[in-house]
């Protein structure tokens, strides 16, 4: 049954935060969100989002420079094509369209949730069937201060929402930095899993010296604590310690991932669907990483409910991700996007079970914080 598409369109949400997030290098008070939206010839709508945490620094693109190249080049690609054949229209655009993997991961999002509406089955069906009904996920916070820091868990915790958190690092003196963790981490011995996420602002001087008072004060996992090109660090720093390390700007694609495996350059992966461009790219590296024995996460870019509610139906149907998740953007939002809630519950979010992704957009809510 062929699913043309018929029309794509692209709109700019400025949605605030429940509180700043802070980032090795900014803070933001705000998440943008591009939101795609795919019509077929028959009147199904599937929508995608396209978002990068806080701006171009992380990958490169923007949620400007997504619009652009989505509306210019991917839209023309994609209208008159078959949503049921999302792999043959997602290799059109790799050939005439190179990089870019957070706008084709919108554009191809949208499409897979068309086809999925179309059959009214939920999204999980068309992408291999679910292996778990849902996820565990962590609760992100930023590089702030430690009090405030063990505030914010400590309300988590005593509500039961979250088991787990990460904070951010690198964006104040190393010593310093270690210091506010591992006050943190002392507040919350044998009350929470506590990890940390770098975004590769150390070098590996400064990781091998740090890193280890980190791993004594009992933290589960550290998240690229250099840059993702340096791989020979990675690798290092993975031997020496005991403590997981985890890639997630050092693996983007299944080769990167073959390479950090090869390597054994990190002990688990982080996969997010918006950094490897869409479902199929995604699902190759689990499979790699997976081949290789390396578990996987589930990362976040801090995505709306449309890009959350796509890593959860292509997580939930990969056997390698075993290392829960980080799901929390919609948690993060000051208000919601959607109609009826996400479903999070006891500490996880779990799988909807309507047609598509699951998920209705709240039409007022889209246009009060459209971007004009």
Same mark, same amino acid.
């Given at each position: 049954?062929t699913?043309?598409?018929?029309?794509?369109?692209?709109l700019?949400?400025?949605?605030?935060?429940?509180?700043?997030?802070r980032?090795?290098?900014?803070?933001i008070? @705000?998440?943008?969100?591009?939101?795609?939206?795919?019509?077929?010839?028959?009147?199904?709508?599937?929508?995608?989002?396209?978002v990068?945490?806080?701006?171009?620094?992380?990958?490169?693109?923007?949620?400007?420079?997504?619009?652009i190249?989505?509306? %210019?080049?991917?839209?023309?690609?994609?209208?008159?094509?078959d949503?049921?054949r999302?792999?043959?229209? %997602?290799?059109r655009?790799?050939?005439?369209?190179?990089?870019?993997?957070?706008?084709?991961?919108?554009?191809?999002?949208?499409?897979w +949730?068309?086809?999925?509406?179309?059959?009214?089955?939920?999204?999980?069906?068309?992408?291999? $069937?679910?292996?778990? +009904?849902?996820?565990?996920?962590?609760?992100?916070?930023?590089?702030d201060e430690? +009090?405030?820091?063990?505030?914010?868990?400590?309300?988590?915790?005593?509500?039961?929402? @979250?088991?787990?958190?990460?904070?951010?690092?690198?964006?104040?003196?190393?010593? +310093?930095?270690?210091?506010?963790?591992?006050k943190?981490? %002392?507040?919350?011995? $044998?009350?929470?899993?506590?990890?940390?996420?770098?975004?590769?602002a150390?070098?590996?001087v400064?990781?091998?010296?740090?890193?280890?008072?980190?791993?004594?004060?009992?933290?589960?996992?550290?998240?690229?604590?250099?840059?993702? @090109?340096?791989l020979?660090?990675?690798?290092?720093?993975?031997?020496?310690?005991?403590?997981?390390?985890?890639?997630?700007?050092?693996?983007?694609?299944?080769?990167?991932?073959?390479?950090?495996? %090869?390597?054994?350059?990190?002990?688990?992966?982080?996969?997010?669907?918006?950094?490897? $461009?869409?479902f199929?790219?995604?699902?190759?590296?689990?499979a790699?990483a997976?081949?290789?024995?390396l578990?996987?996460h589930?990362?976040?870019?801090?995505?709306?409910?449309?890009?959350?509610?796509?890593?959860?139906?292509?997580?939930?149907?990969?056997?390698a991700v075993?290392?829960?998740?980080?799901?929390?953007?919609?948690?993060?939002?000051?208000?919601?996007l959607?109609?009826?809630?996400l479903?999070?519950?006891?500490?996880?979010?779990?799988?909807?079970?309507?047609?598509?992704?699951?998920v209705?957009?709240?039409?007022?809510?889209? @246009?009060?914080?459209?971007r004009?």
């Amino acid at each position: 049954m062929t699913v043309r598409i018929e029309s794509v369109e692209t709109l700019v949400l400025d949605v605030p935060l429940r509180r700043p997030h802070r980032f090795s290098v900014l803070t933001i008070d @705000h998440q943008s969100l591009l939101l795609v939206r795919v019509r077929t010839a028959d009147g199904v709508v599937g929508t995608g989002e396209g978002v990068v945490p806080g701006g171009p620094w992380w990958g490169g693109e923007s949620i400007e420079t997504m619009a652009i190249v989505v509306d %210019r080049y991917l839209a023309p690609l994609a209208v008159g094509g078959d949503a049921s054949r999302p792999a043959g229209l %997602r290799a059109r655009m790799d050939r005439l369209v190179a990089g870019n993997p957070f706008a084709k991961a919108a554009v191809e999002t949208a499409i897979w +949730d068309a086809w999925a509406r179309t059959r009214g089955v939920p999204l999980h069906e068309l992408l291999g $069937g679910r292996v778990r +009904d849902s996820l565990p996920v962590t609760w992100a916070l930023g590089a702030d201060e430690p +009090d405030a820091v063990i505030d914010e868990i400590s309300a988590k915790l005593e509500a039961g929402d @979250h088991r787990s958190f990460k904070l951010k690092m690198g964006a104040a003196d190393p010593a +310093d930095d270690v210091a506010r963790v591992e006050k943190v981490a %002392r507040s919350l011995s $044998g009350r929470a899993s506590l990890r940390v996420d770098l975004n590769g602002a150390w070098d590996e001087v400064t990781a091998a010296r740090h890193l280890p008072r980190l791993e004594e004060a009992g933290l589960d996992l550290v998240e690229q604590p250099v840059p993702g @090109h340096d791989l020979g660090a990675m690798e290092r720093l993975a031997a020496r310690l005991a403590v997981p390390v985890m890639a997630d700007e050092s693996v983007r694609t299944e080769h990167e991932a073959f390479e950090v495996a %090869r390597r054994r350059a990190a002990d688990v992966v982080s996969l997010k669907v918006s950094k490897s $461009g869409g479902f199929g790219v995604t699902a190759r590296v689990a499979a790699v990483a997976g081949a290789a024995g390396l578990p996987c996460h589930g990362g976040t870019s801090i995505e709306g409910p449309v890009g959350t509610l796509a890593g959860l139906h292509l997580f939930c149907s990969l056997p390698a991700v075993t290392w829960g998740s980080e799901l929390f953007g919609p948690l993060l939002l000051a208000e919601p996007l959607t109609g009826e809630p996400l479903d999070y519950r006891d500490g996880e979010l779990h799988l909807p079970s309507g047609p598509g992704l699951g998920v209705e957009l709240d039409e007022a809510a889209v @246009h009060r914080f459209r971007r004009a």
